[in-house]
């Protein structure tokens, strides 16, 4: 859904937006869409399924989950829609009883003593259901596959009188007797008239042993499919932007954006409304652009769930992110190897975890292969949240990885040596830095130039000889 955000002027022919207007478009996601319209019409034939949707947080998983959900209940379907809780994973149940319990609570006496008749056990979920207590077996085992099965049998009345869609957003918080539940309920989908649809976050997914578990076992089954929810390609950036704004963006606002938000249209929806907040966006005759400097401030809400992610790192992993966003993109394996101190085997299981949590991306360089964080907010929240003196030593293990480099990368080295100031500091720090405001100055890049000389310049006065102590 589009909403339209209102103009107030700022001059003859320029107006700005309140970021409080702004609404997210549906754009881009067409293929997965039809995907999913497709798997609906099977459903309602009585061939059940269960979808998973997953991809990195602010990607659009929850997004595209709901124009299936508006489908569904335009084709009259049931819609039930439960969801995991950050605190959550200690409550039994809570994303399934989320999403029954509503509909539970609308029905009048009657109806609801027909649909929970001779589900007994469905009272240890469900308070008010005016159910007999259920008999006691003895067996605690047992009795939790007799109250599986009575909400498996719950949902099989419901999908005798419409097909059903049962969405559990963020699964990855759900624990672990939910995803107990949804192995015995996806048994029966297809015999049923039933969705089964679930989101949840990539990096997240590789914490829960059981939920990986759950999700390997139904797709080996032919129970499910997985589909991976990628980023915005830049026409889809384009029509995002202008639903939002309610015009065209000019060519500077999207390059911006692009650069910066990568794609994730969270990060795209925060962004813009930053720059309207700051009164950095206006209307002009040619469209939206950028007009006032200082607009990157990155938001505190995509700020917030970067660090969340990075926060779960353990921290030998969080240590080797925090080494490939300072040596920059395009770290090759040799530099990482020497800058991180650790042994081959231990970087490569580190690398690999960060790479199948979306964090880092590998790319063959040549004859060596290259490491680079997967996108540029992350880097940017990475570096922000280190203290000073870990950058400084984390810039000086770049200096004694990178000293090889030719002399066509100098600005790199130079780049390394003012981050770890006074940390590497002498002759060597300061041709190095000379050099790089002279490759500068020769494709009139002035302003780095003049930064190179900045600080080359305390080094100059103080003289002495350059050295880098193991």
């Not at 759900?174 to 107990?180: F, G, K, Q, V, Y």
């Not at 490569?348 to 680079?372: C, H, M, N, P």
Request: proline share 4%; net charge neutral; glycine share 10%.
């Amino acid at each position: 859904m589009n909403r339209r955000l209102g103009n107030g002027t700022t001059g003859p022919s320029v107006s700005r937006r309140s970021a409080s207007e702004a609404r997210t478009c549906f754009v881009g996601r067409g293929a997965e869409l039809q995907n999913l319209t497709n798997t609906l019409a099977l459903a309602a034939e009585g061939h059940g399924y269960a979808v998973f949707l997953t991809g990195q947080p602010g990607i659009g998983k929850t997004r595209l989950a709901q124009e299936c959900l508006a489908l569904a209940r335009s084709r009259g379907f049931t819609v039930l829609e439960g969801r995991g809780l950050p605190l959550g994973s200690g409550l039994a149940y809570s994303p399934v009883i989320g999403a029954l319990e509503p509909l539970v609570r609308s029905l009048d006496s009657a109806d609801l003593k027909a649909l929970v008749a001779g589900l007994s056990d469905l009272g240890r979920l469900f308070d008010g259901v005016q159910l007999p207590p259920p008999e006691p077996l003895g067996d605690a085992a047992l009795e939790k596959t007799r109250l599986f099965g009575a909400v498996d049998r719950l949902l099989k009345r419901l999908a005798e009188e419409a097909p059903v869609v049962l969405f559990l957003d963020d699964l990855h918080w759900a624990d672990d007797s939910t995803l107990e539940l949804l192995q015995y309920l996806a048994s029966g989908l297809p015999r049923r008239r039933m969705l089964l649809l679930a989101t949840y976050a990539a990096d997240a997914f590789e914490d829960s042993h059981s939920l990986r578990a759950l999700v390997a076992w139904l797709l080996r089954a032919g129970l499910a499919e997985e589909i991976v929810v990628s980023h915005l390609e830049r026409e889809a950036v384009r029509e995002l932007v202008r639903g939002v704004l309610g015009g065209e963006p000019s060519a500077d606002v999207l390059a911006f954006l692009q650069g910066r938000a990568g794609g994730i249209p969270l990060f795209v929806e925060a962004l813009v409304a930053a720059l309207i907040d700051a009164g950095n966006l206006a209307r002009g005759n040619g469209g939206w652009a950028l007009v006032a400097e200082g607009s990157g401030a990155l938001p505190q809400s995509v700020r917030r769930l970067i660090a969340d992610r990075l926060d779960r790192l353990n921290p030998m992993d969080r240590s080797v992110l925090d080494l490939i966003t300072i040596l920059g993109q395009r770290t090759s394996h040799s530099a990482l190897l020497g800058a991180s101190g650790l042994k081959e085997e231990a970087l490569l299981k580190a690398l690999r975890r960060l790479r199948d949590r979306g964090l880092v991306a590998e790319k063959i360089d040549g004859s060596d292969v290259a490491y680079s964080v997967t996108h540029p907010l992350i880097q940017e929240v990475a570096y922000a949240e280190l203290p000073e003196m870990e950058r400084r030593r984390i810039h000086l293990a770049a200096i004694r990885a990178f000293e090889g480099l030719p002399l066509e990368d100098v600005d790199r080295l130079a780049y390394h040596y003012q981050g770890a100031g006074r940390e590497a500091q002498g002759d060597r720090a300061v041709g190095v830095l000379l050099a790089a405001g002279e490759k500068a100055l020769a494709v009139y890049a002035n302003e780095q130039a003049a930064r190179f000389f900045e600080s080359a310049l305390p080094m100059l006065r103080k003289g002495g000889g350059w050295r880098v102590e193991g």
